[in-house]
């Protein structure tokens, strides 16, 4: 057999990789395709358009344009009950709220999947006490705790917001992943390695890490989408954002009041459609990155 064909054969023979994968995967499923690139989109417009609002305009009182109906004045979505433009208050209201839950999943996924590889990974006296202190936490009302240092904190940021929850946010995935680890390491390649002497850290790490990528694909989506609901709920029970900074749920929070939620849809119906078509592109996106990650899952 020539060189060039036993090159082709090699090369058929071998698995696509990760890219490759992921790619063709989306390719095979035209709903989360579409999906990833409405969600693109969707991104990009918020983002850009933030940058070229002034918050400080779009949240300046009007009472002379209250409740003016969409298109009236130049504005597109109309006004709210102080005047103030309801596209404006969406497109920054979005980026808020986007920026809230990425910075809530970032944070907890770090720290709950490090802590949760470490004690599954050296198990003994640091996996007993980080469990116990894991079990501390997700026995305590979180939600009701929440409120309480909502309401406690005084001069309320997006900052408070985001620590606060990511104090609690971090204790069911160290669970998730101390429990997949404890599998994993009692694996024949985790034995060689250590025979090998590889370190710790580069077997955690670079070894048992990417075995769990598809269960770290699947949190992360599952709890990007669900910070952002908690966030809308929280600022729709008046327990969220104040409500000088625009957030999805400030704009949700209208419908309250049985007039506006009746007969000035135009006020929370916007972002109450943004909320569900972003939350269903990042599930059919999700569910396509999971097939990926899973090969008896994948569509072809």
Not at 27 to 33: E, S, T
Not at 67 to 95: K, N, S
Not at 133 to 158: E, G
């Amino acid at each position: 057999m020539s060189k060039d064909k036993q090159l082709d054969k090699n090369t058929a023979s071998t698995p696509p990789g990760g890219l490759r994968v992921i790619t063709r995967e989306f390719l095979k499923d035209k709903v989360a395709l579409v999906s990833l690139f409405l969600l693109v989109t969707i991104l990009v417009g918020v983002f850009v358009g933030a940058i070229l609002l002034n918050q400080e305009e779009v949240m300046k009182i009007n009472l002379l344009g209250r409740y003016l109906e969409p298109g009236v004045d130049g504005h597109i979505l109309g006004t709210d009950e102080g005047g103030r433009d309801i596209f404006g208050q969406l497109i920054i209201g979005a980026r808020n709220s986007i920026v809230i839950g990425f910075s809530i999943t970032i944070i907890t996924s770090i720290v709950g999947v490090a802590l949760g590889i470490f004690a599954g990974y050296y198990g003994g006296k640091f996996d007993g006490f980080l469990m116990r202190v894991v079990d501390f936490i997700m026995i305590l009302p979180s939600l009701m705790m929440i409120i309480v240092f909502v309401t406690v904190v005084k001069n309320y940021t997006i900052y408070h917001f985001i620590f606060i929850m990511s104090v609690f946010g971090w204790t069911y995935k160290a669970r998730l992943f101390r429990t997949r680890t404890l599998s994993e390491a009692s694996l024949d390649y985790v034995n060689a390695s250590k025979t090998l002497g590889t370190s710790d850290l580069m077997i955690m790490f670079r070894e048992i890490l990417p075995n769990l990528s598809s269960l770290v694909i699947v949190n992360l989506t599952l709890n990007f989408a669900g910070n952002i609901g908690i966030e809308t709920s929280l600022t729709y029970l008046g327990f969220g954002l104040p409500a000088t900074v625009p957030s999805l749920g400030t704009l949700i929070s209208n419908a309250r009041n049985a007039e506006i939620l009746e007969n000035k849809t135009w006020i929370w119906l916007p972002a109450a459609i943004f909320i569900l078509v972003m939350m269903l592109c990042i599930n059919y996106i999700g569910q396509a990155f999971q097939r990926a990650a899973d090969a008896k899952q994948r569509l072809g």
